[in-house]
């Protein structure tokens, strides 16, 4: 995807006024960015991650995404969008895990994956206006206060005491209206976060939205 773009969401710049799709998100989430849209090509390749048992396809679709950076000042950790846990225990892995870790070795930055659990299942959101998807996901997630394993070896930290100074980038494979990044940060600023960026590899364009 390129500019001109809002600032904020990444979403393609209105024709006329500011931005609506951002304007209820959470302080705390700054900026939101996706590598390319959600298109013929790009389709094939979401599904094989999600649903292809082929979790490997994450550093290809990681690949597009490290232009989106990592730069922030301070240390930062990337947390992935979780599913509930009966969804993970069907499909067998997360697909958003996948791209956070194929993320993290270029990046060179620590997963945090034991932080953000998904409280419910959310219903598919496919057919859904933004405002129903906000509802939709209210509530379906929660922070645990887990002490972390960092990547440089075996020190243990205690994420609850040092959520506020880490620059946390949540990532998803897919975005539509931002509902479930935004819910999630909502979940992170609560239990603390100040600053919460997203990244997706693809982006669906809203119909009638704009
Ligand atoms: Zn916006």
Known sequence: MRPPWCERCGQPEP??????LCTDW??????????????????????????????????????????LGSSTDGPSALIPI????????????????????????QWRIPVLV????????????????P????????????VRNAKCEMRNGT???NFAFHISSF?????????TTGATLAEAARALAQAGA????GVTFARAAIPDFT
């Open 194 to 197: 100040t600053r919460v960026v």
């Open 114 to 129: 034991d932080v953000l659990v998904r409280t419910r299942e959310t219903p598919t959101q496919t057919a859904l206006t």
């Open 155 to 157: 020190e243990r930290i």
């Open 167 to 175: 620059a946390l980038i949540l990532v998803d494979d897919v975005f």
């Open 15 to 20: 024709h006329f006024g500011a931005c609506r």
């Open 82 to 105: 979780p599913l509930a846990a009966k969804r993970l225990r069907q499909r067998g892995y997360n697909q958003s895990e996948m791209l956070a870790r194929a993320l993290a070795r």
């Open 26 to 67: 959470p302080e705390a989430l700054t900026a939101v960015r996706s590598a390319v849209w959600l298109d013929d090509a790009a389709r094939p390749a979401v599904h094989a991650l999600k649903y292809g048992g082929l979790p490997r396809i994450a550093d290809d679709l990681a690949a597009p995404m490290l232009p």
């Open 131 to 142: 405002e129903t998807r906000l509802a939709n996901v209210a509530g379906a997630f929660e």
